[in-house]
């Protein structure tokens, strides 16, 4: 199973920008998928996480600016960023939990994207 973060760049304080994860590989189903984010000299913090059931948590940072949803028929979670600072330039980053269909069973798998950079200019 692969996963492929797409979408950052570079905005001006106050616009916008929508990131995408799509994955990609054998059966599987979504439990659950995280946006990350790192900023240089800083510790890698959790943005925001959505479940199965579309249940969503979002860091008091990005509150009422991030809008974090998936289309489980296109495989892809989505990070709406709307307002955004300076502050949220970083490299960010999805996670996704999976049920991962393999011999007749499933196994739970934890899958790691590369980072997709977002430029936040003053």
């Known amino acids: 199973v692969q996963l492929q973060a797409s979408g950052g760049g570079l905005v001006q304080a106050g616009g916008s920008l929508r990131l995408s994860c799509t994955i990609s590989?054998?059966?599987?189903?979504?439990?659950?998928i995280y946006w990350f984010r790192q900023a240089p000299g800083n510790q890698r913090e959790l943005v925001a996480s959505?479940?199965?059931?579309?249940?969503?948590n979002y860091a008091d940072s990005v509150k009422g600016r991030f809008t974090i949803s998936k289309d489980d028929a296109k495989n892809t979670g989505y990070l709406q960023m709307d307002n955004l600072r300076p502050e949220d330039t970083a490299v960010y980053y999805c996670?996704?939990?999976?049920?991962?269909?393999?011999?007749?069973?499933?196994?739970?798998?934890?899958?790691r994207g590369q980072g997709t950079l977002v430029t936040v200019s003053s």
């Open positions: 590989g054998p059966t599987f189903i979504i439990a659950a």
């Open positions: 959505i479940s199965s059931g579309d249940s969503t």
């Open positions: 996670n996704a939990d999976l049920s991962v269909a393999s011999g007749g069973s499933w196994y739970p798998q934890d899958v």
